[in-house]
Nanobody, 115 residues
């Protein structure tokens, strides 16, 4: 049973930072690409960042230079360091993996950027 658990969300002022975590179980974590998405309720879920098993990363243009994705295979965890946060970064953040062609999602963690 694949399980993904996101944590680290919260309320932060514009310009602040948060670090999100995605803890995985039920998969051989080190061989999987892990991707962060975010969703505002009235919009479609959008890609934020991804990291491959070999550590290759890719980012949405809207977060490049501000967000950093990383992984610790010994802890079965992927991180999303978010700096210089903006109100438009407010969303529920989800992590995602694919196993045998099937997508798995965590429950999400809310990030709110507001003064």
């Amino acid at each position: 049973q694949v399980q993904l658990v996101e944590s680290g969300g919260g309320l932060v002022q514009p310009g602040g930072s948060l670090r999100l975590s995605c803890a995985a179980s039920g998969i051989p974590f080190s061989i999987h690409t892990v991707t962060w998405y975010r969703q505002v309720s009235w919009k479609e879920r959008e890609f934020v960042a991804t990291i491959t098993s070999s550590g290759i990363t890719n980012y949405a243009d809207s977060v490049k230079g501000r967000f950093t994705i990383s992984r610790d295979n010994t802890k079965y965890t992927v991180y999303l360091q978010m700096n210089s946060l903006k109100p438009e970064d407010t969303a529920v953040y989800y992590c995602n993996v694919y196993k045998s062609g099937n997508p798995f999602w965590g429950q999400g963690t809310q990030v709110t950027v507001s003064s």
